[in-house]
Each structure stands twice: as C-alpha cells, then as structure tokens.
C-alpha cells in the first residue's frame, strides 16, 4: 500500500533559521508529489506541487522542494523562515494508478519563535 | 470565486446518534472528494465523487457512513448511528474535471461524539 512518511512530529525554529522538513513515500510507480500548508484557523492550502519536469520546485512564500526519485523523497525547505510561517505542513502523494486518491503524511507542526 | 465551504464548522452528539455533513465545492467543479483526519493521525481519504457518481468509495470505514451528491453540486456524509471512534475532522475538496488536477479544501467540520 501507498504511504507516505513525514520525519518529524513538531518543529520549533527561531525566525531566520533555516528549515528543511523531511518526507519519504513508498510507492514504485509514477507519483504526483504535493506539500500542503494549514496556517492556524485557516483552510488546507496548496504549498507547491511536482508533476514532472524539473525536480526542484518553487512554491508560495519562499518555500521550495527536491523530488529526488531514487530516495523516495520530497523534502521540503525554506531558507529563512518567519514567524508567520508558523502552521502545520502536510507531505502528500497522488499515485497515478490510483487516480485523484491523495496519500497525506502524519503532518509537521512547525512552530517559529519570534 | 468562493471557495469550498462546510457546514457545520462544528458538530457534538452522543454516540448512536446521526449526524449530517455538507460540503459545497467550487462552482463547476466535476470532482469531490472527502477526507477525515482523527485526532492525532494523517488525513485518510473516504471517498470520490465525478459529479453525481462515486468513482472511489475504498476509504468509508464502513456501512455507517453514506455519501451523497444529488444532481452534482454540493455533497453530504451521513453518520448513522454515530460512534466514538468516528470523532475527527471531515474535510471536502474539490477538483475540476482532470483527475490531476489541484485539489482545493474546505475549512473542515470537526465532529465530537461523546
């Protein structure tokens, strides 16, 4: 079965630091990779997203990720984070044999101290 | 444009209860889709709407729940008779026609059976 894996449970930064979150899937096929963000009191929203093409992707933000096929694995990261980055951020998948179904990670909490 | 939107933003009943969930997705949206995040743990898939048809039902936990999507536009989940384990938050998201396409999410209606 697809799933995916997000390494860590909670995150706390001070404002500046770099940030780089980690997320493995297991699937052996062709995959959609997504990063989904939830501010505080806010809806789910789209981060970035890799369908193809270059495996470094730019989102919203500042946020950027690598899709590296050979380890699995769509990390996330951010060179310099702010206070308002503070939110949970979500790793998921879409394999293409399982049509639109989307695969998400446990979930990081990433908290900023200001 | 307005977004997703659900209703309620809250729900507590007792167990064996019924509860009903809405979700209406973007206008001209083909494709709905709803997840549950319990507490605590990653947010599961439970099924796919294409219009009014189910293309995806593999995630309801079981014959308790119902879904609906009368006529293609809004959606609702059924909960009959309500149970404690099924406490967590409901998402709905919407797509337009292409499986691939980005999925949108609703703020969430988060349930509490006591």
């Known amino acids: 079965a697809q799933s995916v894996s997000q390494h860590n449970h909670h995150v706390i930064l001070s404002e500046a630091a770099s940030l780089e979150l980690g997320c493995n899937y297991s699937?052996?096929?062709?995959?959609?990779l997504f990063w989904y963000v939830q501010y505080p009191g806010q809806h789910l929203q789209l981060l970035l997203k890799?369908?193809?093409?270059?495996?470094l992707v730019k989102g919203i933000k500042g946020f950027e990720a690598e899709f590296i096929k050979s380890k699995f694995s769509f990390n996330l990261r951010k060179p310099s984070v702010q206070w308002s980055d503070t939110a949970e951020y979500f790793c998921?998948?879409?394999?293409?044999?399982?049509?639109?179904?989307?695969?998400f990670g446990s979930g990081t909490r990433l908290s900023i101290r200001p | 444009e307005a977004g997703v939107t659900q209703f309620p933003s809250h729900s507590v009943i007792e167990k064996g209860q019924t509860v009903t969930l809405r979700c209406d997705p973007i206008?001209?949206?083909?494709?709905l889709y709803w997840y549950r995040r319990v507490m605590g743990k990653e947010i599961k898939f439970l099924l796919h709407?294409?219009?009014?048809?189910?293309?995806?039902e593999s995630g309801m936990p079981n014959n308790r729940f119902l879904a609906e999507r009368t006529g293609g536009t809004y959606s609702t989940l059924k909960v009959q008779p309500a149970e404690l384990e099924d406490s967590g938050v409901y998402f709905c998201?919407?797509?337009?026609?292409?499986?691939?396409?980005?999925?949108?999410f609703g703020p969430g209606t988060r349930l509490t059976v006591l």
């Open positions: 699937y052996g096929g062709t995959v959609n």
């Open positions: 998921a998948v879409v394999a293409y044999s399982s049509a639109s179904k989307i695969i």
């Open positions: 890799y369908f193809s093409g270059d495996p």
């Open positions: 998201a919407s797509s337009q026609a292409g499986l691939l396409d980005t999925q949108y």
């Open positions: 206008s001209g949206h083909d494709n």
């Open positions: 709407f294409v219009k009014e048809s189910k293309q995806d």
